[in-house]
């Protein structure tokens, strides 16, 4: 049984962020962001009154797919359809919740199989349908809407294809199908006694194929890598036939194909399975919290502690703001404990932590390993003047890790905006860069009269760089709040580009990131990924619109601050 997230907001329908449970939270945001008690109420419309567009249909395609696909496989209602129109991006969100769904697919399918996939794919090639390959939904850069309106739209949803086809215990890999959501594809590894350690914080519903779809990183990147580094071989499935790489550690026969597909975001054909580097399920997990006076020592601490080669499976450091947001999440003690948190509180303070930022430091494997890696890694950090706090902030991070998206339901519903943007940069340009995201961002709240949110984290961490993850939120100009969002997303987009950032680390492209792309691989770079598609799917009916911009939009210009992509 499919697990589907709510038609207007993010996750289970069945969970609620525990807002009662945090009494400092909603006071922490309402100072932040400026909401009063009576504060506008924007709660998603009604499902009764969403509309959905009226169905294009092509009897030819359909008569083909009836030929090999059940009825079961094959959805024209309004729900599938629904659920299947956006990722989760703000816009997405925005959108739906008002009930704009004009980019509804006509039809969604439900592949079971590899080879059912290649019949679907020739299909559509036969007969010139838009095709959209789906996996959990949960991207946020425009990945899984149809924009083109020309032909019948339809969406392949991969989640029926979620087996461990095999296990070569010897070699340490495992062959699974692309269409696995995170929680199963877990479960179904560790019961043989591994683990992938892919955890995004969309991990509940994004799928294997997603993830290398559009080159995702997980919380444990530290040590695992990312998703691309994590593939041995993959079978995809294009128009012009199915490419299937060979199993081989290493190869020099030519540029990687699976490193040409990783990134692809569905617009070369459909990834069916993939064989990736597993590890034993880690005995330890180990999380520990530290604190230090600013952010930039912190990372200092983690760039000091990876070029020595002490790399624990995940840091993540967390700048003021951020850590601000974090610790208004906390539970506020009582009685006793509230008097030693007291005095360890004015302790911390007149030692310069009044302020602080949040590193949290995890350290997974056997309990040897665990143990050395600790060793390691705490030493440099202190000497780097942090403060550690124990395993107890760990346990509390590692029981919560995947609730904080939630909380953007409850603020949506309050009138505000909110959205993260991400970047990678060497360890040259990182703090110059962080510095200019969050001046330029809050310079704006500034220049536009209202108060707002801007925070960041370091969240995956290598030899020459890191990436920084930005969350920014404010209240929504009522009638304006497209125009609103896009004038700070593409701000701090053209501020990373312009600080030596990447125009994203790991969350892809999709239409959203399109117009820098120019400036991110260079002209002929577009070219040789304009060639990719043009041969492979000549007739551009995979995921057409995302990733590369068609050729009379190229441009070495900023994109215009307002434009609202979609319209
Ligand atoms: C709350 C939240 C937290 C997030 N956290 C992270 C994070 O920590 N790390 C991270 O990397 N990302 C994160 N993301 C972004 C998103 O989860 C990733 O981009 C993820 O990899 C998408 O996987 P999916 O299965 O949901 O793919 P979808 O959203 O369904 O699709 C994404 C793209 O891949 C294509 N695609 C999907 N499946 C296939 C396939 N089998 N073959 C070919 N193309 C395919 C689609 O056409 C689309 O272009 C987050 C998003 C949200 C909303």
């Known amino acids: 049984m499919l697990k589907d997230m709510k038609w207007w907001g993010w996750g289970d329908p069945a969970y609620a962020f525990p807002l009662d449970e945090k009494p400092l939270l909603w006071p922490f945001i309402q100072k932040t962001l400026g909401l009063s008690d009576s504060c506008r109420k924007t709660p998603p419309?009604?499902?009764?009154?969403?509309?959905?567009?009226?169905?294009k249909t092509n009897a030819g395609f359909v008569q083909a797919i009836n030929g090999f696909l059940k009825p079961t496989q094959i959805a024209i209602d309004d729900e599938q359809r629904l659920i299947h129109t956006y990722g989760k991006s703000f816009p997405d969100l925005f959108r739906v919740r008002k009930g704009i769904v004009d980019n509804a697919p006509d039809m969604v399918l439900f592949a079971e199989c590899h080879v059912e996939v290649e019949k679907i794919v020739q299909a559509a090639k036969q007969f010139n349908i838009r095709l959209v390959p789906f996996g959990g939904g949960t991207n946020i850069v425009g990945g899984v809407e149809h924009l083109d309106h020309s032909q019948m739209r339809v969406?392949?949803?991969?989640?029926?294809?979620?087996?461990?086809?095999?296990?070569?215990?010897?070699?340490?890999?495992?062959?699974?199908?692309?269409?696995?959501?995170?929680?199963?594809?877990?479960?179904?590894?560790?019961?043989?006694?591994?683990?992938?350690?892919?955890?995004?914080?969309?991990?509940?519903?994004?799928?294997?194929?997603?993830w290398l779809a559009t080159r995702s990183a997980g919380m444990q990147s530290d040590a695992y890598g990312k998703i691309e580094d994590m593939v041995v071989a993959m079978k995809m499935v294009s128009p012009m036939g199915t490419i299937e790489t060979k199993l081989t550690p290493k190869s020099s026969a030519g540029p990687d194909i699976d490193q040409i597909i990783c990134g692809s975001e569905g617009t070369?054909?459909?990834?069916?399975?993939?064989?990736?580097?597993?590890?034993?399920?880690?005995?330890v997990k180990d999380y520990h919290g530290v604190l230090f006076r600013d952010f930039e020592s912190g990372s200092e601490a983690i760039h000091e502690a990876i070029s020595r080669n002490a790399s624990p499976t995940m840091f993540r450091l967390q700048d003021i703001a951020e850590t601000g947001l974090a610790f208004s999440m906390k539970k506020p003690s009582t009685g006793f404990t509230k008097m030693i948190?007291?005095?360890?509180?004015?302790?911390?303070?007149?030692?310069?932590?009044?302020?602080?930022?949040?590193?949290?430091?995890?350290?997974?494997?056997?309990?040897?390993?665990?143990?050395?890696?600790?060793?390691?890694?705490?030493?440099?950090?202190?000497?780097?003047?942090?403060?550690?706090?124990?395993?107890?902030?760990?346990?509390?991070?590692?029981?919560n890790k995947f609730a904080v998206p939630y909380l953007r339901?409850?603020?949506?519903?309050?009138?505000?905006?909110?959205?993260?943007?991400?970047?990678a940069a060497v360890w040259s340009k990182l703090m110059p860069l962080y510095r200019a995201a969050r001046d330029t961002i809050q310079a704006q709240f500034k220049k536009e009269g209202y108060p707002g949110y801007i925070g960041c984290?370091?969240?995956?961490?290598?030899?020459?760089?890191?990436?920084?993850?930005?969350?920014?939120?404010a209240q929504q100009i009522e009638g304006k709040e497209l125009e609103q969002y896009y004038r700070f997303k593409r701000l701090i987009t053209e501020t990373f580009m312009q600080n030596g950032g990447t125009l994203t680390h790991h969350h892809a492209v999709g239409y959203e990131h399109r117009p820098w792309m120019e400036r991110e691989v260079t002209r002929p770079g577009l070219?040789?990924?304009?060639?990719?598609?043009?041969?492979?799917?000549?007739?551009?009916?995979?995921?057409?619109?995302?990733?590369?911009?068609?050729?009379?939009?190229?441009?070495?210009?900023?994109?215009?601050?307002?434009?609202?992509?979609?319209?």
């Open 45 to 55: 419309i009604d499902r009764a009154q969403v509309r959905l567009p009226e169905q």
């Open 268 to 283: 070369l054909g459909v990834i069916t399975e993939a064989t990736m580097k597993v590890h034993p399920v880690p005995p």
């Open 527 to 567: 070219t040789l990924l304009r060639g990719l598609k043009s041969t492979l799917d000549p007739s551009g009916i995979m995921n057409p619109g995302k990733l590369v911009p068609p050729e009379d939009k190229d441009s070495n210009s900023p994109t215009p601050a307002t434009t609202v992509p979609f319209e």
């Open 155 to 210: 969406t392949l949803d991969m989640r029926r294809m979620s087996r461990v086809l095999g296990i070569d215990e010897g070699s340490s890999t495992a062959s699974i199908e692309a269409g696995s959501p995170g929680p199963k594809l877990e479960e179904d590894l560790n019961a043989l006694g591994y683990s992938l350690g892919h955890m995004p914080d969309s991990f509940e519903f994004a799928t294997l194929g997603g």
């Open 457 to 473: 984290h370091i969240s995956h961490s290598y030899v020459d760089g890191a990436s920084l993850y930005f969350t920014f939120a």
């Open 341 to 399: 948190e007291t005095q360890y509180k004015k302790y911390l303070k007149s030692k310069g932590f009044a302020t602080p930022c949040l590193m949290m430091i995890g350290f997974e494997g056997d309990a040897d390993h665990a143990a050395d890696m600790r060793r390691k890694v705490l030493p440099i950090v202190k000497n780097r003047g942090g403060h550690h706090l124990g395993n107890s902030v760990g346990k509390t991070f590692q029981k």
């Open 409 to 423: 339901d409850i603020l949506m519903n309050h009138g505000c905006m909110v959205d993260v943007a991400e970047t």
